[in-house]
């Protein structure tokens, strides 16, 4: 059964930063694409940061880019997102999510999910 747990959020200043982990079992790691996503209220889920399996080629939305860093483990099955110099418009739920081809954009096209870990940024 595959299996994505997201850990990490929390209550942060705003200028603060939090790491994110996403780790992962039940398929294998090595070969699959990890993207990190975030929905706020009200708003659509939206692609944060993608990490192919060869570890070469990520992806960062505009709006997060110089700020987040995303890496992978693969000894520990493990994504990690870095959140630097967060803001209150990052806050949102951040979810993890696997897939042995994609690295679009869209959630549907992203093939297993975890539950989410809630990030809030204060001003």
């Known amino acids: 059964e595959v299996q994505l747990v997201e850990s990490g959020g929390g209550l942060v200043q705003a200028g603060g930063s939090l790491r994110l982990s996403c780790a992962a079992s039940?398929?294998?790691?090595?070969?699959?694409?990890i993207g990190w996503f975030r929905q706020a209220p009200g708003k659509e889920r939206e692609a944060v940061s993608c990490i192919p399996s060869s570890d070469r080629g990520t992806y960062y939305a505009d709006s997060v880019k110089g700020r987040f860093t995303i890496s992978r483990d693969n000894a520990k099955n493990t994504v990690y997102l870095q959140m630097n110099s967060l803001k209150p418009e990052d806050t949102a739920v951040y979810y993890c999510?696997?897939?042995?081809?994609?690295?679009?954009?869209?959630?549907?096209?992203?093939?297993?999910w975890g539950q989410g870990t809630q990030v809030t940024v204060s001003s």
């Open positions: 039940g398929f294998t790691f090595d070969d699959y694409n």
């Open positions: 999510a696997s897939d042995p081809r994609t690295m679009g954009r869209m959630p549907q096209e992203w093939r297993s």
